[in-house]
């Protein structure tokens, strides 16, 4: 098997429904459905491991809900804490609230003990436009925290570029690029 091969087969064989013109297609780490199998999270917890300077890092943060069978792993393997941002409030002492704007929708986010100056690392589903992670970053810089790295597992559309443009002091890494082809995914 190549390299994130078993990533790279269900991206392919991922069903593709229609939201008006948009094709969007379904996959497990992106939608919790369908079922996730195991090697392919294996994939992409190998993809976050070789990129991943972990001497850089004291904190791993995934965002809800999707978030949550990424960090938690990784956690794990790595000996290193994590934090959720959660889409609701828990009033804790100096919890943040920040907007999030996708481009299609706008909600609330909520960040939880993150300390000034540790160092971390966000790892994140997917990135469309950028809007999410740019408000969580942001978040993070408010609270006194440093943004050392952020990985998503797929990135599709220009988010992170504008991401990568806007912060240049971060490390930005996708595990596989994405792109849609009518009801096709295209990998790469």
């Known amino acids: 098997m190549g390299l994130y ?3 790279h087969e269900s991206i392919k064989k991922s069903p593709v429904i229609w939201k008006g013109d948009y094709p969007y297609f379904i996959h ?3 939608d919790g459905v369908p079922r996730l199998e195991p090697e392919v999270l ?3 917890l190998s993809g976050v491991n070789e990129v991943t300077d972990w001497d850089e890092i004291d904190l791993i943060i995934g965002i809800e809900a999707m978030g949550l069978p990424l960090v938690a792993p990784t956690a794990l393997r790595m000996k290193k804490p994590m934090v959720v941002v959660r889409k609701r409030p828990y009033g804790l002492e100096g919890e943040l609230e920040i907007i999030q704007n996708t481009g299609y929708s706008e909600s609330k986010l909520f960040i939880n003990d993150v300390n000034i100056n540790e160092k971390v690392l966000i790892i994140d589903d997917v990135v469309s436009t950028g809007g999410t992670l740019d408000s969580v ?3 993070i810089h408010e609270i ?3 943004v050392s790295q952020v990985v998503v597992v797929v990135e599709k559309n220009e988010g ?4 990568k443009n806007k912060y240049p002091e971060v490390k930005f890494d996708s595990i596989v690029k994405v792109s ?3 009801d096709k995914v ?3």
């Open 144 to 146: 006194g925290g440093v």
């Open 160 to 163: 992170m570029n504008f991401l």
């Open 5 to 7: 091969e078993s990533l």
């Open 42 to 44: 294996e994939d992409v």
């Open 28 to 30: 497990a780490i992106t």
């Open 180 to 182: 849609m082809d009518h």
């Open 137 to 139: 970053i942001q978040g």
């Open 186 to 188: 295209i990998i790469g």
